[in-house]
């Protein structure tokens, strides 16, 4: 086991890893109308808000090709290599955009070129699950694995909006009105610059996963290809895993995710104002994620996500009713709302993450977490392109919103149903572990 001093920076790298990755993601999510009008113009809102999310969706569509590629190198060259090549590969990327020229300066070339950067950078996001996803839980002693998922999955995730919320605030008050439209946009995307330096500066430090050490050091590791995911009965495991997945990450897109939309764009809030209850909701993130990686410690992991997943079969859609049809002007309401909404929505998912590391062994564990991850989360990132596509106009899209959600929350039940408890399931080594076939009880 690695020592305290390992342990504790292994989970901050991971975490500030994940964050850092997944604040230049809600960079978009944050200036997705202004985007729609510069780069997707179209003739109806919702249209523009479409082609923006869709661009979104074909960079989550290309993730799983990263997982699988950065996951062979996480799981045969080490996670640590793997985080610091994919975290500087996210943000160089993300800066990209903002030198992307608008389509009335370039024409169609300007959408393309934007989707185009869009793809890269979900390759090295894909492969960023490879890294942080594994070294932190695989760093920590058993006792923690289910806080540090928490941390990870959604702590991570709250940070990055938190830090895309506080940007935000920062480059509207500099940059108001149309002067936001102008520079304010380019801001945005190029502080992926800065977040690429200060994930080197973190990531540099950390030791490798000792797990992953004491799998190489006890010799050579079994040859393992990306089709041992499917094979030796994990095939089935391999199909359940990706939709328990769908169901998570859906509530996520679905809500932190269509959040700065549903209040911009659907209820008319401010946008400073704006800013600030997507800060708060995004601390609801943090706190909801921990207490229920937490809880997965004490309950286990299918109970936990069993338990938030029925209270969000009628809370998610309850609260983005309440938040749509808020008058603008009651922030305090909206706020509230908003808060409560990212803390269920994620602390539903909060287990997932070591769920899946407990559901492979450690030879093919980063390749095995990032592929279900970013397959399930794929799914979950097209849902907002499905909402928008769904509703002729803006007041059609909450309506739209509280089926979707519905309808995912109630496919994460069934796949946490059938699904086996696997807490402290990450202890086997890895040599035995990728020979036997999964038994019935691990298979359902």
């Known amino acids: 086991m690695a020592s305290r001093r390992a342990t504790l920076y292994a989970a901050v790298s991971s975490v ?63 996670r640590k290599k793997t985080m610091v090549v994919v975290l500087a590969g996210v943000g160089l990327s993300t800066a990209a955009m903002g030198l992307v020229p608008t389509y009335a300066a370039a024409g169609i070339t300007a959408p393309l070129l934007f989707l185009a950067l869009r793809l890269v950078q979900g390759i090295f996001v894909g492969g960023v699950v490879a890294a942080t996803h594994t070294l932190g839980t695989e760093s920590v002693p058993p006792r923690w694995r289910g806080l540090m998922s928490g941390l990870i999955g959604g702590g991570g995730a709250g ?63 079994p040859r393992t290809r990306l089709a041992d995911l499917v094979r030796g009965g994990r095939g089935k495991v391999f199909a359940l895993n990706i939709v328990l997945v769908a169901g998570a990450g859906s509530q996520y897109y679905l809500t932190s995710g269509y959040l700065p939309t549903l209040l911009g764009d659907v209820t008319g809030v401010r946008g400073g104002t704006q800013g600030v209850i997507l800060l708060v909701s995004s601390l609801g993130v943090v706190l909801g994620t921990i207490v229920a990686g937490e809880l997965s410690e ?87 392109t499905f909402v928008n596509l769904a509703s002729p106009g803006l007041a059609d899209v909450p309506s739209r919103l509280v089926v979707f959600l519905g309808v995912m929350v109630a496919v994460f039940l069934v796949a946490n149903a059938i699904s086996p408890e696997t807490r402290g399931g990450m202890d086997e080594p890895a040599s035995r572990a990728v020979a036997r076939t999964p038994n019935k009880e691990e298979i359902l």
């Open 16 to 78: 500030a890893g994940w964050a850092f990755d997944l604040f230049d993601l809600f960079i978009l999510l944050y200036i997705a109308g202004t985007v729609g009008k510069l780069i997707f113009p179209a003739h109806s809102p919702t249209l523009s808000l479409a082609a923006v999310y869709a661009s979104f969706a074909v960079s989550v569509l290309l993730r799983p090709a990263g997982a699988a590629i950065f996951g062979v190198v996480a799981d045969r060259s080490g």
């Open 159 to 221: 940070v990055g909006a938190a830090l895309a919320s506080g940007l935000y605030i920062g480059v509207s008050q500099l940059f108001p009105g149309e002067q936001f439209t102008v520079w304010g946009w380019r801001v945005m995307f190029l502080s992926g610059l800065v977040a690429a330096l200060l994930s080197y500066l973190v990531v540099r430090g950390v030791e490798e996963s000792p797990l992953w050490k004491a799998a190489h050091q006890a010799g050579p590791p």
């Open 298 to 384: 004490h309950l286990g992991r299918r109970r936990t996500m069993l338990a938030f997943g029925a209270v969000n079969l009628v809370a998610l859609p309850l609260l983005v009713w309440l938040i749509s049809s808020s008058d603008p002007g009651a922030t305090t309401a909206i706020l509230w709302y908003s808060t409560a909404l990212g803390f269920l929505a994620n602390a539903a998912y909060a287990p997932v993450l070591v769920f899946l590391n407990e559901r492979y062994p450690t030879a093919l564990r980063s390749r095995g977490t990032a592929v279900c991850w970013n397959l399930g989360f794929m799914i979950g990132g097209l849902m907002p």
